[in-house]
Each structure stands twice: as C-alpha cells, then as structure tokens.
C-alpha cells in the first residue's frame, strides 16, 4: 500500500528556517517523481516544485523558484521541501505527492502539513 | 507558462448531472486529471488520463475531452460529493505542472 507520511504542523516567525518532510512507502522511491502543493486557506492548490529520487533531477514553478527548495533522501525514502527565510505570506497547507509522470498527474498525497508564519 | 481556468462554483440537485469545464490552451497536447476536495482533507484523483476512472471512484464520475476544455461529469449527484473540484495538467514539455481554479461543488 503506497503511503506518504508527512512531518506534523510548525509555527515559525519570519525569518526563521524551515525543512518539512514526506515519508513514502509501499513503492520504489528512486522510480517516481515526488513534488510538493501549496494551499493557502480558503485558496486553491498551486504546484511548487518535483523531484526524481533516482537522480535528484527538479522541476520548479518559476513562481516558488528560489523560494523553496526540494530535495530528497533516497536512503531513507522521504522528500523535503525547505525555507531559508519565512515571511507570513508563507502561510499554508503543504503537501507532498507522488507523481505519474505518463499522464502527468499525483496519484497518492500525503496528509498535509500546516506551516504558520506569524511574529 | 500557462493556465486552466474553471467555473467558481456550481450548484446542482441530487440526482441531478453536474457538468464542470476546464480550459487552457495546453489541454489538446496534454492530458488532464481531475480532484475532489473535500474540507480538511487531501486531494482524491476522480479523473485521470483525460477520462479514466481510478479504482474506487464511483462511475457516475466521467471525464471528456475537446479541444482546449476538458469536462468532469457527475451523473446522478449524492450529497457526499459536496467538494471542491479542480482539474490540472502540464505543458507539452512537462517542465510545468498547473492546477485549474478549482469549481465548489453545491449540492442543494
């Protein structure tokens, strides 16, 4: 059974560092691309970034490039997205999915994860 | 890059068919995939591949295809698919993954 586990709910101030991440089992990691989705509340889904465990090989929204970054850990299967510096406008659900690359849609999502940027 | 614009909301009786649109240039080179939303919880693949149906997704859930706007259809509407649906797709090159505006679904 595919299952992606995601790191539980942070609150942050601005400015402050961040890296959350996304557990996958019950498939091969290092054959799948796995990205990230941003929801801001009330808002709808906006794609930030993929990855491909295999080869670390990224694809990035231009709007979150240089935002964000995405990486991920073959060893243990779980892929990461992080913050050097948060503002508020970060706000927002998070979620990892995993990828079809064929017919280019996320077939499993992990539960979210709640990151609060507030001083 | 580019965008798949969709109908904020739409409001429907049950039994009733609910019809929600998605357009964008790219939909022709590209096939497209459709979500259902409901609060609090992760997105559920209802559509993919333009018109096949995941296991475990009712088949009153259909998807259709032409030109520039793809369709999610949902024949004879229960009160549990009160959600927000949206669709998403690439670009002809995959470098880009887009989601559509997203469409609340009403159940009146």
């Known amino acids: 059974e595919v299952q992606l586990v995601q790191s539980g709910a942070e609150v942050k101030k601005p400015g402050e560092s961040l890296k959350i991440s996304c557990k996958a089992s019950g498939y091969s990691f290092t054959n799948y691309w796995i990205g990230w989705v941003r929801q801001m509340s009330g808002k709808g889904l906006e794609w930030m970034a993929i990855i491909y465990p295999g080869d670390s090989n990224t694809k990035y929204n231009p709007s979150f490039q240089g935002q964000v970054t995405i990486s991920a850990d073959k060893s243990i299967s779980t892929a990461y997205l992080q913050w050097s510096s948060l503002k508020a406008s970060d706000t927002a659900m998070y979620y990892c999915?995993?990828?079809?690359?064929?017919?280019?849609?996320?077939?499993?999502w992990g539960q979210g994860t709640l990151v609060t940027v507030s001083s | 890059s580019f965008e798949l614009t969709q109908p904020p909301s739409v409001s429907v009786s049950p039994g009733q068919t609910a019809r929600i649109t998605c357009s964008g240039d790219?939909?022709?080179?590209?096939?497209a995939t459709w979500y259902q939303q409901k609060p609090g919880q992760a997105p559920v693949v209802v559509i993919y591949?333009?018109?096949e149906r995941p296991s475990g997704i009712p088949e009153r859930f259909s998807g259709s295809s032409s030109g520039t706007t793809v369709t999610l259809t949902i024949s004879g509407v229960q009160a549990e698919d009160e959600a927000d649906y949206y669709c998403?797709?690439?670009?002809?090159?995959?470098?880009?993954?887009?989601f559509g505006t997203g469409t609340k679904v009403t159940v009146l």
């Open positions: 790219a939909l022709p080179k590209q096939y």
């Open positions: 999915a995993k990828v079809i690359s064929n017919y280019v849609y996320f077939d499993y």
């Open positions: 591949k333009d018109n």
């Open positions: 998403q797709s690439a670009d002809s090159s995959v470098t880009y993954y887009v």
